[in-house]
């Protein structure tokens, strides 16, 4: 009896600060966060921004290349170009979700468990892991696709069994052996769909937020963020950092203004990637007179945002 006394003390405990904790969105918390010194640089193929006319430039009357954009201890992106009519192998990941932003051209995607879908400029698409996949540009011009994997993954190429498997694939590096495996393919769910149509989807029917995830799991956050143009902040707004991870960005629509510590203030226009390295103080501002949108890109869903003490939490 005693026993039951104490639970019920507590569960009455519980239930009398729950109105206060559902507030603590609304309270200004302070503590000492630590910043690198010295400020933590862009190591290549890193860099504040990778501009999508320069890139397509350099690989100019080429149909199919790879630009490497991002590698840290989190991602791997890279601009990748598919010439028409060529096709990817099937494949999958083992424990991890790829997603993708595309960039221009037409990519038919196959997807186990989903109807075939073509996706063109401005989509989001997303194969979460252990789902095989594989995808073909249509039409008469090369696809160009941002595509986004956690760093220092392999992929898996799926087999029919002892029997009949064909022969293994080749990666250097690599010895492929032929393995058996019980664990099902993870699922889409409400956060986490297949694909979002940005231009037809996103803009004509905008979320009543000005932001919306797309990506949401306990190691990847893919978030639309749109708004309209407003006068770029001052110097005097820093913007906030991360503890211990990076953040990058691509492009939507519209132009974006950044600020990071350490530069003046630069614009991004669509297609182009934005790096911001851990602990390095950034701000993101919708740029111009019209909508713009930015896609963030981080391996933490609840992230912590650093503000200046004085700026009481926010931008």
Do not use: C
Request: net charge positive; charged share 20%; hydrophobic share 35%.
């Amino acid at each position: 009896m005693k026993n039951r006394n104490v639970l019920v003390a507590a569960a009455m405990l519980l239930s009398a600060f729950a109105p206060a904790l559902a507030q603590d969105d609304a309270k200004i918390w302070y503590s000492w966060s630590p910043k690198p010194v010295p400020m933590t640089p862009w190591k290549a193929p890193n860099k504040p921004i990778w501009r999508l006319s320069e890139i397509m430039d350099a690989h100019k009357g080429k149909s199919d290349w790879v630009q490497p954009i991002v590698r840290d201890q989190d991602y791997a992106a890279d601009y990748i170009s598919l010439g028409a009519g060529q096709k990817t192998k099937p494949q999958f990941w083992a424990d991890d979700r790829i997603f993708w932003y595309v960039a221009s051209g037409q990519i038919r995607f196959h997807i186990n468990g989903q109807e075939p879908f073509v996706a063109s400029k401005g989509w989001l698409v997303q194969v979460p892991y252990r789902n095989i996949y594989w995808m073909e540009t249509v039409g008469n011009e090369p696809s160009v696709r941002l595509e986004v994997v956690r760093n220092n993954r392999t992929p898996l190429y799926p087999a029919s069994g002892p029997q009949d498997a064909g022969p293994a694939p080749k990666e250097k590096g690599k010895t492929y052996v032929l393995a058996s495996y019980r664990t099902p393919p993870d699922k889409y769910d409400e956060t986490n769909k297949p694909y979002v149509d940005f231009w037809g989807d996103f803009v004509k029917r905008p979320p009543t937020r000005g932001d919306h995830a797309f990506v949401s799991d306990t190691t990847n956050f893919m978030n639309i963020i749109r708004g309209h143009g407003t006068p770029t902040p001052p110097d005097s707004n820093k913007g906030h950092f991360h503890i211990d991870y990076n953040e990058f960005w691509v492009v939507a629509e519209g132009t974006i203004d950044y600020k990071m510590e350490g530069m003046k203030v630069f614009t991004a226009n669509v297609g182009d990637v934005v790096y911001a390295p851990q602990g390095r103080w950034h701000r993101a501002s919708w740029a111009g007179n019209g909508m713009s949108t930015r896609i963030a890109i981080n391996p933490r869903p609840y992230g912590m945002h650093n503000f200046d003490a004085e700026a009481g939490a926010k931008q």
